[in-house]
């Protein structure tokens, strides 16, 4: 059947085939079409009502039924959305969510007890999420903004909707935050309790930095904007809590930050000199302070002009195993 490649009323049907009687061609067309699989029901779960439409198989159109309804609502979903996409009455919808929300299969995300309330949306529960809670803190498995936890949930801001929202959570603490809120204002991020984040706080960035570390990896370990990571730095380096691994060039772009304690060596001068008393290559140099090997040529080549570094191979300065010694 052709035309149905769109979605057809049995009346339209009949009268495209030239038939008076609409029961003849539902009996003798569309079921046998239907049974054999080259004909579908847009609303397979209501059989008499008027908004039934027939397509075929091959089509891919909004079927409604418990499972597509369920897919629909991944994400929070109101009632007038769900009648525009599937094309349906409000009773016969009403009359699908019902059971679904009985068995727990559906969640009244915003109903504040109020069955009709406007705001109402509704949410598929997961195997491992069956509540409204539980699916914040799926969602804030990854650190999100109070705007994004609103947005995905469809709370209005208002009256400080989305706090009231995860209050129960934030008090419980399975739910936590990043930053101080009366500092950071709209910067304040959540994320669930259970899960092992990288929250960034001065004790954390100092113990992260145990080790030399750059700005672009602190800023990926903890998941924050490389303005407050920036902000951060400046602040503990200015408290003595922290110290550059290249001291002589602060806006370098291979700095690196350390804690004071760490036993990694600073780069400078007189920290090659002591290290090429006995000859060593470029890329020893590089590996010893933890640095690309473009900038300790930079560095070398630099002690080579002053004469304070001399080369191991000087007649051939391209030879790959070409190193570096401290002139006496």
Known sequence: MQFCQTPRA??????????????????????????SGKLKKTLPAFHHSPRQRYVAAEVDVPIFSADSVLEYCNVPRRKKEMLTRF??????LNKLLAPLITEGKLIEVNSQGNKNNVGQRYLAATDNAATVHEQVLAFCRTQKYLHEVGE????????????LFIAPLVESLRLKSYYNADTCGTHLRYYTADKDNAVLTDEAVLEYCAVPRGKKEIREHFNAKIWTVKTMLNRLLKGGKLKYL??????????????????APTLTDDAILSLCETPKTKAEVAAYFGLPKTHIHYVLGRLIKEERLAYTYPDNLANRWQGYVTVR
Do not use: W
């Open 152 to 163: 995905h949930f469809g709370i209005s801001r208002k009256r400080d909707g989305i706090k």
């Open 10 to 35: 049995d009346r339209e049907i009949a009268e495209i085939l030239g038939v008076k009687t609409v029961y003849f061609v539902v009996e003798y067309y569309l079921k046998p079409l239907i049974a």
């Open 246 to 263: 290249i001291p002589a060039e602060p806006a370098n772009k291979n700095q690196k930050y350390m804690i004071p304690q760490c036993a």
């Open 87 to 92: 094309g349906v009455y409000l009773a016969e």
